[in-house]
C-alpha cells in the first residue's frame, strides 16, 4: 500500500539566503558550524557599542535624577532645619534654664537624672503608646483601625494567653536586662563626656548626632539581625521572636536574652557612647527608637507614621527585610522578593486616610 503525499508551497516563503544555509549546513555542518559563529562574533561585536551606549545615556540619566534630588533635598532640609532652628533658639533660653534647675536639684547624684532619663522617659514613652496599640488589638476600639491592618484577619482579637506571655518576656528583659545593662554603661558614657554638662547641645549637632545613631543601629542591627537567621542561632534564639507571623506593637522587645543584647539594645546605645552624647540627645534618641520599632511591629499601617510594611513581610516570610532602613538589604539583595509583592508599592508614608490595601491592594488568589 503505497501513501501518497502532497507538498505544497504556496504558503511556505524560503528567502534565498536562508535557502543557501540550509544547504551549506547540510552538505558541510562543521564549516557552516563556524561561519555562524564568526557571524554572531561579528554581530555582537556591532551591538555591544550600542548597548554601551544605552548604559552610558541611562547612567547620565539616573545621574540627572539624582543630582536634581539631591540638590532639592538639601534645599528642603536647610529651609526645614532653619525653620526648627529658629524654634530651638526661640525656646532654647527656656530649655537650658530648666536643665540648669534639674541640675541644682540634683547636684551630686548626676546618676538619678541620667536614670530617669534613660530608663523611666522611654519606659513611658514605650508602654503609653503600646497601651494604646494593646486597646486596639484587644477590644478592636475603635472600630476603624481594623482598616488598616497589614495582614488582614490575624490578631482579629489577638490571643490573650499568647499575649500575656509575650508581655512577661518584654517586662524580664526590660527589667532584667535593659536597666542594668543602661547602668552599668553609666560609667563609659562618663569617660567620653559628661552626660550631665551644663549646656544643651545645639540643634544642628542634635540632628548629627542622630544622623550618626541611625546609621549605626542600620548597619549594627542588620548584620546581628541576619546573624542570628543562620539555622543554629535561629533554632537556639531567634526563633522565639519570629513566634509572631503577625506581629504586635508590644512584642517588639518579645526575645530571647541573648538577641535582647545583640540586636535591640547594642545597635541603640554604642551611637551615644562613641559620641559621647548629652543625657538630652541619648534621652531623645532611646524613646525615638522604642517608638519606631513599636511602629515596625505594630501590624498598622497608619496614616502619618512611618511604613512598617518592610518588617511586618520580614516576619511574614522570614528570609527578607532584615534591616531597618533597607539600604543594607537594597545592597545585598536581601528585599529582592519583597520589591515583587504589592506590600512594597504600599511600603510609604500614608499621606491620607484612605488604607493602602484598599488603594493598592493584593492581587485576587488564584483558584486551584
Not at 214 to 220: D, G, K, S, Y
Not at 235 to 262: D, F, M, N, Q, R
Amino acid at each position: 500500500m503505497r501513501i501518497k503525499t502532497k507538498l505544497s508551497f504556496s504558503n511556505v516563503i524560503i528567502s534565498p539566503r536562508k535557502f543557501w544555509e540550509t544547504c551549506w549546513s547540510v552538505s558541510n555542518p562543521e564549516r557552516f558550524h563556524l561561519f555562524k559563529m564568526k557571524g554572531e562574533a561579528g554581530s555582537m561585536r556591532q551591538e555591544k557599542p550600542k548597548q554601551e551606549e544605552r548604559i552610558w545615556g541611562s547612567m547620565k540619566k539616573a545621574a540627572f535624577i539624582l543630582g536634581s534630588g539631591l540638590l532639592l533635598l538639601v534645599a528642603f532640609s536647610n529651609s526645614v532645619s532653619g525653620q526648627l532652628q529658629r524654634f530651638w533658639d526661640a525656646s532654647g533660653c527656656f530649655q537650658q534654664a530648666q536643665w540648669e534647675r534639674l541640675l541644682s536639684t540634683f547636684e551630686g547624684k548626676e546618676w538619678i537624672l541620667y536614670i530617669i532619663a534613660t530608663i523611666l522617659v522611654p519606659a513611658l514613652v514605650f508602654w503609653s503608646f503600646n497601651g494604646l496599640l494593646l486597646v486596639a488589638d484587644t477590644a478592636r476600639k475603635p472600630n476603624f483601625i481594623s482598616r488598616y491592618r497589614i495582614q488582614v484577619g490575624q490578631n482579629e482579637p489577638v490571643d490573650a494567653m499568647k499575649l500575656r506571655q509575650s508581655i512577661r518576656t518584654v517586662l524580664f528583659n526590660q527589667c532584667m536586662i535593659s536597666v542594668p545593662m543602661v547602668v552599668f554603661l553609666y560609667p563609659i558614657i562618663k569617660v567620653r563626656g559628661d552626660p550631665c554638662r551644663r549646656e544643651l547641645p545645639t540643634f544642628h549637632w542634635f540632628l548629627l548626632e542622630l544622623a550618626i545613631f541611625t546609621l549605626i543601629n542600620e548597619v549594627l542591627f542588620y548584620y546581628s539581625h541576619r546573624l542570628l537567621h543562620h539555622p543554629t542561632l535561629y533554632k537556639k534564639i531567634h526563633k522565639k521572636h519570629h513566634e509572631w507571623t503577625a506581629p504586635i506593637g508590644v512584642i517588639s522587645l518579645y526575645a530571647h536574652p541573648i538577641e535582647h543584647v545583640a540586636s535591640n539594645m547594642l545597635p541603640v546605645v554604642l551611637g551615644p557612647i562613641l559620641m559621647g552624647s548629652h543625657l538630652s540627645s541619648i534621652a531623645v534618641w532611646f524613646s525615638l527608637a522604642l517608638i519606631c520599632t513599636t511602629v515596625s511591629h505594630c501590624g498598622y499601617h497608619l496614616p502619618f507614621l512611618p511604613s512598617p510594611e518592610f518588617h511586618d513581610y520580614h516576619h511574614l516570610r522570614f528570609n527578607q527585610c532584615y534591616g531597618v532602613l533597607g539600604v543594607l538589604d537594597h545592597l545585598h539583595g536581601t528585599d529582592t522578593m519583597f520589591k515583587q509583592t504589592k506590600a512594597y508599592e504600599r511600603h510609604r508614608l500614608l499621606l491620607g486616610f484612605t488604607p493602602l490595601s484598599e488603594s493598592i491592594p493584593d492581587p485576587p488568589k488564584k483558584m486551584d
